[in-house]
């Protein structure tokens, strides 16, 4: 039988292997070190407070502040600090005292309470008001029941005024003027205006004020307050009445000058004075204490 051949492949021999591909890595990309161009985190927040700054209300009225107070710095150079001129006033006023009102009368006219009330210059403002309510038995202020109940109703502190006639009868006056006016607690004390003698002696004045002042007391509860001008009193009042509360005109002076023995509580010093609300001249007066003894003057 023939034989049969078989070929066996030869094995590779390791030489003949190729090498197999090695795969190579990619370098780690650097960060870079370099600065971005403009402005860091700080300097972009500093940047954004500075321009809120710039528009803000609050700084433009800040610099409208100054710049009103260096004007008004200018202006009042030579002027006495304590006795300036208020130019929205159109008055100088004392400084030195710190509770401003007016007092008033169908004189004024129709008055605008809300803008007497919000008028203000340089902390300066109508704290109270005096308004006439009578004048000897017969007349009522036509503005009275009008001033009386819309200046309270604006927050300002009221105190009514008897303008007193020494030729009639202190006690029917005082009841006329009881008629007229209902007083409340926080209200000022009733007032007497006297400032003519009407014909008769200062001791005829005398005993009829002494009268009203009694029947207005009893009747209140609370001493009356005298009004009168300077020159007024001093002739006719010094020495006498000295238990009441006094206030005094004396106008356009940076002081009320009168003896320092006198205690007085309210000063008259203008009768010109322009404020916001009322058409005509006003006059301006002054408390001769701090908000405490002020309070305490008022009707309990």
């Not at 609050?58 to 710049?67: H, R």
């Not at 109270?128 to 007349?139: N, P, V």
């Not at 203008?270 to 609300?277: F, H, I, K, L, P």
Request: charged share 25%.
């Amino acid at each position: 039988m023939a034989k049969q051949s078989s070929t066996v492949p030869k094995k590779a021999s390791p030489a003949a292997k190729k090498p197999a591909a090695t795969a190579r890595k990619k370098p780690a990309a650097r960060k870079s070190t370099k600065k971005k161009k403009g402005f860091d985190y700080p300097w972009r927040t500093t940047l954004v407070i500075v321009l809120l700054v710039l528009f803000s209300p609050l700084y433009y009225g800040y610099v409208l502040n100054f710049f009103t107070g260096a004007v008004r710095w200018v202006k009042d150079i030579g002027e006495n600090p304590h006795y300036r001129t208020y130019h929205s006033f159109q008055i100088r006023i004392p400084a030195r005292y710190k509770i401003h009102g007016i007092d008033v009368s169908y004189a004024q006219g129709h008055i605008d309470w809300q803008r007497v009330k919000q008028m203000e210059e340089d902390s300066v403002h109508i704290s109270f008001a005096f308004i006439k309510a009578t004048e000897g038995m017969l007349i009522v202020d036509s503005y009275f029941k009008r001033n009386w109940r819309e200046a309270a109703k604006n927050g300002i502190v009221c105190g009514a005024y008897h303008f007193f006639r020494p030729q009639k009868n202190g006690q029917w006056q005082a009841r006329f003027f009881m008629q007229n006016v209902t007083f409340e607690k926080g209200d000022l004390p009733p007032v007497v205006d006297v400032e003519t003698l009407d014909g008769v002696s200062p001791a005829n004045m005398r005993k009829e004020l002494q009268q009203f002042l009694t029947t207005v007391e009893r009747k209140t509860g609370v001493r009356p307050i005298i009004y009168t001008g300077i020159s007024y009193y001093q002739d006719y009042l010094a020495g006498h009445f000295e238990d009441y509360p006094l206030w005094i005109a004396h106008y356009n002076q940076p002081e009320l000058q009168i003896d320092k023995s006198v205690k007085w509580h309210f000063w008259q010093h203008s009768e010109t004075a322009r404020v916001n609300g009322i058409n005509h001249t006003v006059d301006f007066d002054a408390f001769n204490g701090d908000s405490l003894a002020f309070t305490r003057m008022l009707i309990r």
